[in-house]
């Protein structure tokens, strides 16, 4: 498996669909000139945007967090520009990118630094060999204070790494559940 470089990921997105929309150059700087958390191609992955929809987590009705037998009512749904995200919880959210990984390509998401020196965790499991939709990207606030998050600007990198040979089984094969996911996607089994 090998890291692919800045070059790689703009052919693939402009020749396969691979990111949509997609950013040609590292974007750190909005239309009026005010500084953002940067997106768009880097040397070796594509920082992702978040949209302005998040389910935060809440404990309003006492729910327990259970991926075998889930219950939205865990969480409150807000629309904004920006999140504040409660202390020592978590929000969800979705890409405003759409992926189609190919087949011969695992991808790893990491977290931004920004983010990170803020306490705040990004988590996103692998994009699969011939996985395709918007991400659901989980975001958690591990101090005690308030912690807020910005729609529209980067949040976390994918890193793809292409294989030697191609996988006998992708996602897409295996008909996967997240498969094309269009929002954020809670679990289900």
């Given amino acids: ?19 949509e929309p ?14 953002v958390v940067s997106y768009g191609l880097s040397s070796y992955g594509y920082d992702v945007r978040i949209q302005n929809k998040f389910k935060v987590f809440t404990n309003v009705y ?5 991926p075998k037998n889930f219950y939205e009512d865990a969480f409150v749904d807000i629309e904004e520009d920006r999140c504040t995200i409660p202390p020592n919880s978590f929000v969800l959210a979705v890409s405003v990118e759409y992926f189609r990984i190919p087949r011969g390509v695992l991808t790893m998401c990491i977290g931004k ?13 692998p994009l699969e060999p011939e996985w395709e939709g918007f991400i659901t990207i989980e975001i958690s606030n591990t101090t005690p204070l308030p912690a807020v ?16 040979e191609e996988c006998l089984v992708s996602y897409a094969d295996r008909k996967g559940k997240y498969m094309k996911q ?6 289900t089994l």
């Fill in 149 to 164: 998050v910005y729609a529209h600007q980067g949040i976390a990198q994918v890193i793809f790494l292409e294989a030697k």
């Fill in 113 to 125: 630094s920004t983010y990170a020196r803020c306490g705040l965790i990004v988590n996103v499991t």
């Fill in 62 to 66: 006492n729910s327990v967090v259970d």
């Fill in 1 to 19: 498996m090998g890291l692919q470089s800045d070059q790689w990921i703009r052919k693939m997105a402009w020749e396969k669909g691979m990111i």
């Fill in 22 to 35: 997609f950013v040609e150059e590292q974007v750190s700087l909005d239309r009026r000139g005010e500084r």
């Fill in 182 to 187: 269009k929002g954020i996607t809670v679990p």
